[in-house]
């Protein structure tokens, strides 16, 4: 072959005329393809030493014409072979660009709610104030010693994490979020599985982080939430995580989330189910064997001296822990009592989970396996505080009140605020003095086979109008058995006052123009009744059918004579008398619709009053005529006040105090005479049980006609005290339950009476002389007493004044010769005498060098000290430089002391 001649190349004609092409027929007829024999069999690749080369010719010469060439298109395939691309590397390159603008939308729109909802969270955190991130609002007595809780009885939180067991939060970790501590607070697969569900039409996805579920009840989701609602969840879960340690997260979710039964939060649910074994709000000898607390758990202190009692959330054993922690995804289904094997089966799994993760040993996980479910007869629900269960039940409706609602406050944002808002309230009970009420009757109160009577108890301040004490059910083991009945004698029980509503009768005939000394006929009587066309009759009789023939108005009061006070009332005050005197009743403070039907005059009524209101109405009498309520912290229907002081953070006003309003409702002079006509029915009539020595005590009795309520109500300078008796849910005589005569007001309830009062002027009379010789500390006087009852109170009708603290209270029985504590009026700064006050109530029989008699002096009088003054029942006394006083008010001595004078 000559050097002038190219070697061809591979696929090319030897004559350069671009021939035959690799894989082409020989002939270009489109035959056979490279391959591939005639018939279509499957033939060897041929060589191409074996192909015969073509002729050469003349490079200069013309091409011949060659046949047609058959063209694959242009496009190339990726293996570069140009055939065409192939079917499923078409839909596989789809779907990949397909799938990347999908991801590139789901993360734009993922990082867009994200950055949108940053702007969520200082809404949750605010939110959180309001309703999630809780704190326990708090209740104190008028002396700031803790009460308990203020919460519902079923959502008491937690404010600390270290007040939950271990074991608790471990076992909500390893069964809700076993990632929880190293998470972003975002569960990407879940919020994958919710988009598949959606995208596929399937069921909608509810699994996430505890961070996740915090935030869907912070935001009161449904559990079926969309993925849109999801991602919003987890953007703001994610948000939050980074702002919230993850331990006040899991705090935070604990006291949210529902464990059955009625209980929110974990510290109720730990109640609930298993404050039986661990002595929930017990003393400490009242524990459970089997409990690992030995002071209880619960709220406040036990024993003496005082223990602080752990949360019953801290005590929780790991088996306990984990029944609670089962029960959290479905708390009905898996309820111990109506579920009983799937609640052991779904705790033993909690276990499971608890062991594999390393929470527990092997030998914590095999014993508490074999622990037992509770019972129903073990799972109770919580109740109010024990040390004044009625009282604060009584409170709720004031607080709610007081921070908002009926007031233009939303009902959620008032009720949070009051439960879980950190309020720190300071009411107005004495826990001394409800301590000494409870004891009172306790003592006092008989037990009569088949039927058990009760006592309610309530003590207002008269200066103030502040409940000091208030006992509203059975006594039991020392203290109000509020498990046993949520209803309050005390607010709710309406019973029929009897001849304690005689007082009202009193009152309007006084201002009528009657006096003491104003004669009626004492006999049997028979009224028709008006409007009746004579065919009703009013029959009256007394008392063991014992009469007088004729009476005083005065003496008629200290017997109770029924005959007397029926003609007074029906035919002395005319035909508008009822009428009259259901105005002035209603006035004075008692509530309940009051009748105006001719019984009425002897306190038969259609509907009955409370102790509570027979004691705010009794109160207007103690202070001269002027009723006293709060209108902002007290009972909106101008009732007894509660409340002394709330602070509260969230609130404009941080700091709320009680400031009383005083009505004057009835003359001073009236109200004088009636206190003066009371105090014989202390001390010769029906009430002498009540009788104190040396003390000033006005009161009535009351019984009803079947004997199936008994009354004593009445009030010392400082205090207004209303006992009541019978049996609380049904109408039953205690005709044979005294010593086998019938139940009077002058018997148990009089009894009650003076056993709470002994008790109470003692205490009233240290804590006066804590602060400084007054009773309350936080008024001042813009108004003159007269009345001689140790209160100093606005004389202008319908005014608002703010008043000398009450006559602070002697103390009983203070030795002849010794300085007794601050007496009614003769305190450091109130007067008598530059020695001081005079002694206790009856002062020493003599009293001492330098002080006086106390309220009263004593009988006949206490003589003076040198720098002291005495004062006897009629006034008068005085030593050199300072004196005393009597019932009808008095002066000091020869100088009149350094401050003035005047007890009772």
Request: contains cysteine.
């Amino acid at each position: 072959m000559s050097d002038d001649v190219e070697n061809p190349r591979q696929g090319e004609p030897l004559d350069g005329s671009g021939g035959v092409h690799l894989g082409e027929p020989l002939d270009g007829s489109g035959g056979v393809r490279f391959g591939q024999s005639p018939q279509g069999a499957i033939a060897a690749p041929p060589d191409p030493g074996d192909t015969a080369p073509s002729p050469l010719r003349d490079p200069h010469a013309p091409a011949p014409p060659q046949p047609p060439r058959r063209r694959w298109p242009r496009r190339r395939s990726s293996d570069g072979n140009g055939r065409p691309p192939k079917p499923r590397l078409r839909k596989l390159r789809f779907f990949s660009i397909l799938i990347g603008l999908m991801a590139l939308a789901i993360v734009s729109t993922v990082f867009g709610m994200m950055m949108a909802v940053a702007s969520d969270v200082p809404l949750i955190e605010n939110e959180q104030q309001y309703r999630h991130e809780l704190h326990n609002s708090l209740l104190y007595d008028d002396h700031w010693r803790p009460i308990g809780l203020f919460a519902p009885p079923n959502h008491v939180v937690i404010d600390s994490y270290g007040d939950i067991s271990r074991y608790m939060r471990d076992g909500i970790v390893a069964v809700e979020d076993k990632r929880f501590w190293t998470d972003p607070g975002v569960d990407i697969r879940g919020i994958a599985r919710a988009f598949i569900a959606d995208v596929t039409g399937g069921s909608r996805q509810g699994a996430s982080t505890i961070s996740q579920q915090f935030v869907k009840n912070a935001l009161s989701e449904q559990s079926n939430r969309t993925i849109f609602e999801k991602l919003r969840e987890a953007a703001l879960a994610y948000h939050l995580t980074r702002k919230w340690s993850k331990e006040k997260i899991l705090t935070q979710y604990l006291n949210s989330i529902y464990f059955g039964n009625g209980a929110y939060g974990v510290e109720s649910a730990a109640r609930v189910y298993f404050g039986w074994a661990h002595g929930f709000n017990t003393q400490p000898n009242a524990v459970d064997a089997s409990s690992t607390s030995t002071n209880g758990c619960g709220d406040g202190t036990t024993g003496s001296p005082p223990v602080q009692r752990p949360k019953c959330a801290s005590v929780l054993a790991p088996s306990e822990a984990a029944l609670l922690a089962g029960m959290v995804a479905a708390p009905s289904a898996l309820d111990p009592v109506a579920h009983r094997q799937a609640a052991q089966e779904r705790r033993d799994v909690v276990l499971k989970d608890m062991l594999e993760q390393h929470y527990i040993t092997r030998a914590q996980y095999e014993y508490a396996i074999k622990q037992p479910l509770p019972t129903a007869n073990e799972i109770q629900q919580p109740s109010e505080p024990g040390a004044a269960p009625y009282f604060t039940s009584w409170l709720r409706p004031q607080i709610l009140a007081a921070m908002g609602l009926g007031r233009g406050v939303p009902a959620n944002v008032a009720e949070y605020r009051a439960y879980y808002g950190g309020l720190r309230i300071r009411t107005t009970l004495d826990l001394q003095l409800q301590q000494a009420a409870q004891q009172a009757i306790s003592q006092d109160l008989p037990t009569i086979p088949g039927q058990q009577p009760a006592a309610s108890l309530v003590a207002i301040d008269n200066g103030t109008g502040e409940v000091r004490a208030m006992v509203g059910g059975q006594i039991v083991g020392g203290h109000e058995d509020f498990s046993r009945s949520q209803f309050n004698l005390a607010t709710e029980g309406h019973r029929q006052p009897g001849s304690a509503f005689k007082p009202f009768t009193l009152a309007v005939a006084l201002e009528s123009g009657f006096g003491p000394d104003s004669l009626f006929t004492s006999a049997p009587a028979d009224f028709i009744v008006p409007n009746s066309g004579g065919k009703e009759h009013f029959i009256v009789h007394n008392f063991g059918n014992s009469y007088s023939g004729t009476a005083t108005l005065a003496q008629a009061t200290d017997v109770s004579d029924n005959s007397v006070y029926a003609r007074l009332g029906l035919e002395g005050l005319g035909p508008t008398g009822t009428r009259r005197v259901a105005r002035l009743a209603s006035r004075m403070g008692i509530r309940s619709p009051v009748s105006h039907n001719p019984a009425m005059i002897l306190g038969g009524l259609s509907i009955g009053v409370s102790p509570l209101d027979m004691a705010h109405a009794y109160e207007t009498f103690a202070t001269g005529g002027v009723r006293v309520y709060n209108p902002q912290l007290g009972d909106p229907d101008q009732g007894p006040t509660g409340i002394a002081q709330i602070n509260c953070p969230l609130c404009r006003t941080k700091v709320m105090l009680d400031h009383p309003t005083y009505q004057r409702v009835l003359p001073q002079p009236i109200a004088q005479e009636v206190h003066d006509m009371l105090t014989g029915v202390v001390q010769s009539g029906t009430g002498t049980g009540a009788a104190i020595s040396g003390v000033d005590i006005a009161g009535k009795t009351g019984t009803t006609t079947n004997y199936g309520d008994a009354w004593f109500v009445g009030w010392t300078p400082a205090m207004t005290v209303a006992v009541w008796m019978g049996v609380p849910d049904r109408l039953v005589s205690m005709a044979t339950d005294y010593d086998g005569g019938p139940v009077e007001g002058g018997t148990y309830p009089a009894t009650i009476w003076h056993d709470f009062m002994v008790q109470a002027l003692p205490i009233l009379a240290a804590e006066a002389q804590a602060q400084g010789g007054h009773a309350n500390t936080n008024t001042t006087s813009t108004a003159t007493d007269t009345t001689g009852l140790g209160s100093a109170v606005s004389t202008d009708t319908g005014s608002t004044a703010i008043p000398t603290a009450p006559a602070t209270t002697p103390q009983v029985g203070t030795a002849n010769g010794q300085t007794g504590a601050t007496g009614a009026g003769n305190g450091v700064a109130d007067g008598g005498g530059t020695g001081g006050g005079g002694g206790g109530a009856g002062g020493g029989t003599a009293g001492g060098t330098v002080g006086g008699g106390g309220t009263g002096g004593g009988t006949g009088g206490g003589g003076g000290g040198t720098t002291g003054g005495g004062g006897g029942t009629t006034g008068g006394g005085g030593g050199t430089t300072g004196g005393g006083g009597g019932t009808t008010g008095g002066g000091g001595g020869t100088g009149g002391g350094t401050g003035g004078g005047g007890g009772t």
